[in-house]
């Protein structure tokens, strides 16, 4: 086999490719054996039949068709192999000549990955995202607390903004009751618009005993009937106002494990600071990435960046169809134009891009090692994020075929924690406070596994992954919602 390459540009090539004779012969005579297995010809088993009588049964355009499907890719891959071309997306193929006198010819136009010169990666040096904590988010905590074990008791007087309302409510268009929109016997806060703006108006002010009926324009996203105007009738069965606790020694008992008010407020502050350090580090991971990047021009195949743009039109207009919307729709909900969206959605998509190719490449300059812990811990990784079990994500990869692109988010991963080894973050955190908080390893400390009883049964290697992300355990009914598991940087 004889290759050729052309530039068409630096991310697009025509790969010219030349097969001997001998070898489209040979892929034609496995062609007829293929077909023989599949054709009953009288006087012969199937797969017997000589190749000839085969040709006059099938004609001989039937094989080499056959030859072609067969062979084709295969030949395109070695000649990709051989040329060292990495393509990023289908080739648009020109077959000249296909013959077993002739051998084959065929061209084929293709973007491929581009090539990328990458300067030093390590010395890169930016500002750490602020992470102090404040005593006014302390003290947001300590409200959303005492919110939590706020009472509702009943009050014999005029609701007002804050209060609960116990309410049945029915929404009409045109006289007809809207399917679904009834509800019975409901809590509902005034002024949390949980229906519409003009619910919490109409509420406050009321008494036990009332009737509301008013006109109002339902909310654009409600199904089917977004933007439409309805008719709302409210029954009130009762005002009930809301007590919060003292903040007391009595307060800490009943919402934490703690004895005091200080103890807990402490814990509060440890966890946002836990929270706002997980959420800086990250943010700072992706800062040293984007100041990387900003020193590398990259050629970007236009394939890439489309399919990025198209998967998210898909995304959305999957979202769309859960309200019965269309893709158009659900961007005018938003008051954004299809242009605007595809414009501001194809930038996001060059940079991803970018970042994609630029940490490919450095993977590879840095021969980055994939170990089996690694595929774990990505595992471990998808299901936190997913909220599945690890050994159903390891099941769904294998029956996908995802595998190899899991193990291109590892090494792109790796790339990025390369950068941020060798990068200098102005105003980061010291390792023991990051250590104390649960968000560095203590290289000191001994590994639990040396320390497991010999006769303890090992668990599954996907199940003792270790994750970035690894549960932080509140201390606190304070702070009970997990925090989001790190997305991938890049």
Do not use: C
């Amino acid at each position: 086999m004889k290759t050729t390459v052309e530039a068409l540009d630096p991310v697009r090539v025509k790969l010219t490719v030349e097969v001997e004779p001998h070898v489209v012969k040979k892929a034609h005579d496995q062609a007829a054996r293929h077909l023989a297995a599949q054709v009953n010809l009288p006087g012969f088993r199937k797969g017997k039949a000589p190749r000839r009588l085969l040709e006059q049964h099938l004609g001989k355009g039937a094989i080499a068709q056959h030859a072609l499907e067969d062979s084709l890719d295969e030949w395109y891959r070695e000649a990709l192999e051989a040329e060292e071309l990495v393509p990023v997306a289908s080739p648009d193929v020109d077959i000249d000549t296909f013959s077993e006198d002739e051998g084959a010819n065929f061209s084929a136009e293709v973007e491929i990955r581009p090539e990328i010169e990458l300067p030093d990666h390590t010395g890169i040096q930016v500002s750490h995202p602020d992470w102090s904590v404040t005593e006014d988010e302390v003290d947001e905590k300590v409200e959303e607390l005492r919110e939590r074990f706020s009472e509702v008791d009943e009050v014999e007087r005029a609701a007002r903004t804050g209060d609960y309302v116990t309410i049945d409510l029915s929404v009409f268009i045109d006289g007809e009751e809207i399917e679904g929109a009834h509800v019975t016997d409901a809590l509902y806060e005034i002024g949390s618009e949980g229906v519409t703006a003009k619910l919490d108006d109409e509420l406050a002010g009321v008494e036990a005993g009332a009737e509301l009926d008013y006109v109002d324009d339902l909310p654009e996203e409600y199904p089917e009937h977004g933007g439409e105007e309805a008719e709302f009738h409210v029954t009130v069965h009762d005002v009930r106002a809301k007590t919060l606790p003292a903040l007391d020694d009595d307060f800490a008992a009943t919402a934490s494990e703690f004895d005091t008010y200080e103890e807990l407020r402490t814990d509060l502050r440890t966890n946002l600071l836990r929270q706002k350090l997980r959420a800086a580090l990250h943010e700072a991971r992706g800062n040293l990435l984007e100041a990387y990047l900003a020193t590398i021009q990259v050629p970007l195949p236009p394939s890439m960046i489309n399919d990025e743009v198209e998967g998210q039109r898909a995304q959305i207009t999957q979202q769309g169809q859960q309200y019965g919307m269309s893709f158009e729709d659900l961007l005018a909900a938003q008051d954004m134009e299809v242009d605007d969206w595809e414009e501001q959605v194809r930038e996001q998509a060059s940079d991803s891009v970018k970042a994609r190719l630029v940490l490919d490449t450095l993977a590879e300059d840095l021969e980055v090692q994939i170990e089996p812990d690694d595929v774990n811990e990505e595992i471990f990784r998808h299901a936190m994020q997913m909220g599945m079990q690890p050994e159903q994500v390891a099941e769904m990869i294998q029956e996908q075929g995802s595998l190899p692109a899991l193990i291109g988010d590892i090494a792109r991963r790796k790339a990025l924690d390369a950068i941020v080894d060798g990068g200098t973050l102005d105003g980061a955190p010291d390792d023991e406070l990051l250590i104390e908080l649960g968000l560095k390893q203590d290289p000191d400390a001994p590994d639990p596994a040396d320390e497991a009883p010999a006769d303890e049964a090992p668990a599954t290697e996907v199940a003792d992954a270790p994750t970035d992300d690894d549960a932080d355990a509140e201390t606190t009914e304070a702070d009970d919602e997990s925090d989001d598991a790190d997305t991938d940087d890049a």
